[in-house]
């Protein structure tokens, strides 16, 4: 069975940061692209990151380049998403996606407020 489980959510200043992971399990992990999406409340769920089978390839969407890193150990099987600069408009669920699937993690929240 596929299970994305996701961790490293909470509440953050603005200017902060946080790390978030994605435990993957169920399949080769290795052999697929990930993803990270996110859905503020009243929101589409929106398109974070992208990253390639062994990381060497990796998109952002314009609202995160810059401050968000998406990176994978493949050996772990796991995904991070590294959030830096963090703004209240980054304040979602941020959802673990396999790429080209209708496998997602659970979400875990983040709020970004002072």
């Known amino acids: 069975q596929v299970q994305l489980v996701e961790s490293g959510g909470g509440l953050v200043q603005p200017g902060g940061s946080l790390r978030l992971s994605c435990a993957a399990s169920g399949f080769t992990f290795s052999s697929y692209a990930m993803s990270w999406y996110r859905q503020a409340p009243g929101r589409e769920r929106e398109f974070v990151a992208f990253i390639s089978r062994t990381g060497g390839r990796t998109n952002y969407a314009d609202s995160v380049k810059g401050r968000f890193t998406i990176s994978r150990d493949n050996a772990k099987n796991t995904v991070y998403l590294q959030m830096n600069s963090l703004k209240p408009e980054d304040t979602a669920v941020y959802y673990c996606?396999?790429?080209?699937?209708?496998?997602w993690g659970q979400g875990t929240q983040v709020t970004v407020s002072s």
């Open positions: 996606y396999r790429f080209d699937s209708n496998y």
